[in-house]
């Protein structure tokens, strides 16, 4: 079974970047097919879809955080890191990191709709 786990501070001020890493156990974060998300979920809203990052490498991001975000990856350590540059208050939410196979989703409804995923960190933008 794929273990996820984030990482990263509970606190960031604005304007600042926000990193937030993935560690992987179970597979290989560069395995056929995996596609690694992070999703957030903000106070009272519903998911919200970030951006991946594919077996192959590959990202997409979210449109209207295009221009803040950037998803890397650490074969070696299994990892994968979120970058947000430049937060704001409203990017305070829980941010998961999850995996799906096969496709990827982009309007995720519930955590279920992943095949695995973290248990989520809180993330506090203060202004």
């Known amino acids: 079974q794929v273990q996820l786990q984030e990482s990263g501070p509970g606190l960031v001020k604005s304007s600042q970047t926000l990193s937030l890493t993935c560690t992987v156990s179970?597979?290989?974060?560069?395995?056929?097919?995996?596609?690694w998300s992070w999703i957030r979920r903000p106070p009272a809203k519903g998911l919200e879809f970030i951006g991946y990052?594919?077996?192959?490498?590959?990202?997409y991001y979210r449109p209207s955080l295009k221009s803040r975000t950037s998803i890397s990856r650490d074969t070696s350590k299994n990892q994968f890191t979120l970058h947000l540059s430049s937060v704001i208050p409203e990017d305070t939410a829980l941010y998961y990191c999850?995996?799906?196979?096969?496709?990827?989703?982009?309007?995720?409804?519930?955590?279920?709709?992943?095949?695995?995923w973290g248990q989520g960190t809180q993330v506090i933008v203060s202004s």
């Open positions: 990052i594919g077996y192959s490498g590959d990202t």
């Open positions: 999850a995996l799906t196979n096969g496709k990827v989703i982009v309007a995720p409804q519930t955590l279920e709709d992943f095949i695995s």
């Open positions: 179970g597979d290989s974060i560069t395995a056929n097919h995996y596609y």
